[in-house]
């Protein structure tokens, strides 16, 4: 009863299945971001990411990208450092709507 109630409602949390073999844009705490195509993930949002790409940050600010990139290959994420996975298709960076002018 409750065991599978609670399988469920687990599964349902995050569904990565339909974005497996496809690019994905992944955040991880501390500022990191990685784009790769997602191999492989478990229930704890460990993640196997191939052909992935690091993207660069700003020494001074660890959440401004440089636009440079690093080749990583075939890697494994840690589920406890992921902060965010999205799929690249259809991602586009806009403007801050709540941004105040200066």
Known sequence: GD????EKKQSAVLDLSKHIDQKVRVKFTGGREVEGALKG????????????IELM??????YKLTGDQRTLGL???RGTA???VCP?????EIANPFAQAE
């Open 3 to 6: 065991r599978a109630m609670a």
């Open 41 to 52: 993930f478990d229930t704890l949002v460990n993640l196997v990411l191939d052909d992935t």
């Open 57 to 62: 940050r700003d020494p001074d600010d660890p």
């Open 75 to 77: 890697i494994v994420a």
């Open 82 to 84: 992921v902060t965010l």
């Open 88 to 92: 690249c298709d259809g991602m586009a």
